[in-house]
């Protein structure tokens, strides 16, 4: 039964990871949805602004060639033309052999704590683990390491964040979560960047964020998501491994805010959060409530997770 189960996981996980190599051909799918309808006056009137959660996995990266993703992205998200200072979530991959459990990855994490970036928890295996698949044991001792490698990296301070390997939990792994004191992230917007090698280009990116962001707006439009601080916290998910989205994180930057005035979407003063408690804050009002609940996760996310709505 083991070997049926491992096969069967090996499976599931190569099916996702195929997906990334596909994202590049859904150019078609990436145009705003034909029953698409601006706001009106009043909606607009009434809407709450938006304020953009920059949200990143798998990293830090241990690349020493060229340049290193992570410290790339760490260097656009404190100095860029539409907000410097911008502050991040960061799902980090606290043991992976190539990233957080190098020194280099190590003293990247280091760096995040220290300019003011939220540390979530990914993985604390020395891969991209699916942790669905994991026996109870050998879960608990992850999440046992993982709050520990994050506690230390903050001089003392638990995670309170966690987001799993391709968005996939169930109502077991999710109770785990909450006795460790880690609420789940998931995202509303999706730059399917997690193809890391290869051809790892985005040619559709405008299209595709924008294309995601019209489903936000309707989402909005039927009130349906909280509001924190006088704004709606609305999460996008990049790769800080992917040198691709390092090289054009602040051009990715611009694009969330022309695809919101496209859409009509009222952004806050300050459109991304440039404060740690701000942004804990904004997390924790859209953390999964109930790991029984079906959720609706971006694109091609909906029918590679199975379980969801």
Same mark, same amino acid.
């Given at each position: 039964?083991?070997?049926?189960?491992?096969?069967? +996981?090996?499976?599931?996980?190569?099916?996702?990871?195929?997906?990334?190599?596909?994202?590049?051909?859904?150019?078609?799918?990436?145009?705003?949805?034909?029953?698409?309808?601006?706001?009106?006056?009043?909606?607009?009137?009434?809407?709450?602004?938006?304020?953009?959660?920059?949200?990143?996995?798998?990293?830090?990266?241990?690349?020493?060639?060229? +340049?290193?993703?992570?410290?790339?992205?760490?260097?656009?998200?404190?100095?860029?033309?539409?907000?410097?200072?911008?502050?991040?979530?960061?799902?980090?991959?606290?043991?992976?052999?190539?990233?957080?459990?190098?020194?280099?990855?190590?003293?990247?994490?280091?760096?995040?704590?220290?300019?003011?970036?939220?540390?979530?928890? %990914?993985?604390?295996?020395?891969?991209? +683990?699916?942790?669905?698949?994991?026996?109870?044991?050998?879960?608990?001792?992850?999440?046992?390491?993982?709050?520990?490698?994050?506690?230390?990296?903050?001089?003392?301070?638990?995670?309170?964040?966690?987001?799993?390997?391709?968005?996939?939990?169930?109502?077991?792994?999710?109770?785990?979560?909450?006795?460790?004191?880690?609420?789940?992230?998931?995202?509303?917007?999706?730059?399917?960047?997690?193809?890391?090698?290869?051809?790892?280009?985005?040619?559709?990116?405008?299209?595709?964020?924008?294309?995601?962001?019209?489903?936000?707006?309707?989402?909005?439009?039927?009130?349906?998501?909280?509001?924190?601080?006088?704004?709606?916290?609305?999460?996008?998910?990049? %790769?800080?491994?992917?040198?691709?989205?390092?090289?054009?994180?602040?051009?990715?930057?611009?694009?969330?805010?022309?695809?919101?005035?496209?859409?009509?979407?009222?952004?806050?003063?300050?459109?991304?959060?440039?404060?740690?408690?701000?942004?804990?804050?904004?997390?924790?009002?859209?953390?999964?409530?109930?790991?029984?609940?079906?959720?609706?996760?971006?694109?091609?996310?909906?029918?590679?997770?199975? %379980?969801?709505?």
């Amino acid at each position: 039964m083991p070997v049926i189960s491992l096969f069967f +996981s090996g499976i599931r996980a190569g099916i996702r990871l195929a997906a990334f190599a596909g994202v590049l051909l859904l150019g078609a799918c990436n145009t705003i949805p034909e029953n698409y309808r601006p706001l009106t006056p009043g909606q607009r009137a009434a809407a709450a602004p938006i304020r953009f959660v920059l949200s990143f996995d798998d990293g830090p990266s241990a690349a020493t060639w060229f +340049s290193n993703p992570t410290e790339t992205i760490l260097d656009a998200l404190e100095d860029n033309p539409v907000q410097p200072g911008i502050k991040a979530v960061f799902f980090i991959q606290t043991r992976a052999t190539n990233g957080g459990g190098t020194p280099l990855g190590q003293r990247l994490q280091r760096r995040e704590q220290a300019a003011g970036h939220v540390l979530g928890l %990914h993985t604390a295996t020395p891969g991209h +683990s699916d942790q669905i698949s994991m026996k109870p044991a050998r879960l608990e001792q992850m999440l046992n390491d993982g709050v520990a490698d994050l506690t230390a990296v903050s001089g003392g301070t638990p995670p309170m964040f966690l987001r799993p390997p391709f968005w996939d939990y169930n109502e077991r792994t999710f109770l785990a979560y909450q006795l460790h004191g880690l609420h789940v992230i998931l995202t509303d917007l999706s730059a399917n960047d997690g193809k890391i090698y290869g051809f790892n280009a985005s040619p559709t990116r405008r299209s595709h964020l924008r294309r995601e962001l019209a489903d936000v707006r309707e989402k909005i439009a039927r009130q349906g998501m909280p509001i924190v601080d006088g704004a709606i916290p609305v999460i996008v998910t990049f %790769h800080d491994v992917n040198r691709y989205t390092a090289r054009h994180m602040r051009e990715y930057l611009q694009i969330l805010l022309d695809s919101a005035a496209e859409l009509e979407l009222p952004v806050a003063d300050k459109p991304f959060y440039d404060d740690r408690q701000a942004l804990q804050r904004a997390l924790l009002a859209r953390a999964v409530q109930d790991g029984r609940a079906p959720v609706k996760l971006p694109g091609i996310w909906n029918w590679l997770t199975p %379980h969801r709505e």
